[in-house]
């Protein structure tokens, strides 16, 4: 039986940085888990790295995901005072992928934390904070935390593949809240 999830291989989380405004200039791009972490640190977003406390097997359950990342699940349950949380899974042959991917490329904002661990697969998060547009791809592995009320879009692929933890305060607080803005990714900037 395979192992699955943040036990697969090296993991390729980059961050990209891009001006928020027209030319779009690029600000800076690096690999280096430390420096995303650090680039992100002003703008209140959380970056860690998570590693299952056993091995999961092949297409494991809701329940046996959950179980591996218990004790990491119980520690930021209690740190951010979240009330719930549960399993996302989006294969390329979701029916709703293309609706569901269109859904969350438009800017948005949460009432409550936005919380998501990548057990398998990737996604990226851009970020518009502080003049900047911080593209951040995440994968296996990552745990990003975006405070309330933090503008950003969400991009899973034309043909997504993934599975993720979320944690949520209440079901309420994650409800999205379009901000109106049009983002760049629109526009051909990336």
Do not use: N
Request: aromatic share 10%.
């Amino acid at each position: 039986m395979g192992e699955r999830g943040a036990e697969q291989g090296s993991s390729m989380t980059q961050l990209i940085q891009y001006d928020d405004h027209s030319p779009f200039a690029l600000r800076g791009r690096t690999e280096d888990f430390d420096a995303i972490v650090a680039a992100l640190a002003p703008s209140g977003v959380v970056l860690e790295r998570w590693q299952a406390g056993v091995p999961l097997p092949d297409q494991p359950s809701d329940a046996a995901i959950l179980a591996a990342y218990a004790p990491f699940l119980a520690a930021l349950t209690e740190r951010g005072g979240y009330q719930s949380c549960d399993v996302m899974r989006i294969a390329p042959d979701h029916p709703d992928r293309a609706a569901l991917r269109a859904k969350f490329l438009a800017e948005h904002v949460h009432d409550d934390d936005e919380v998501r661990f990548f057990v398998e697969g990737s996604g990226l998060f851009y970020v518009h904070t502080g003049g900047m547009v911080h593209a951040l791809l995440c994968e296996a592995g990552d745990l990003i935390v975006l405070p309330a009320g933090t503008a950003h879009w969400f991009d899973m692929g034309e043909q997504p593949a993934f599975t993720a933890i979320r944690l949520f305060t209440t079901p309420e607080g994650w409800v999205a809240r379009f901000t109106g803005g049009v983002s760049p990714l629109y526009e051909g900037a990336w």
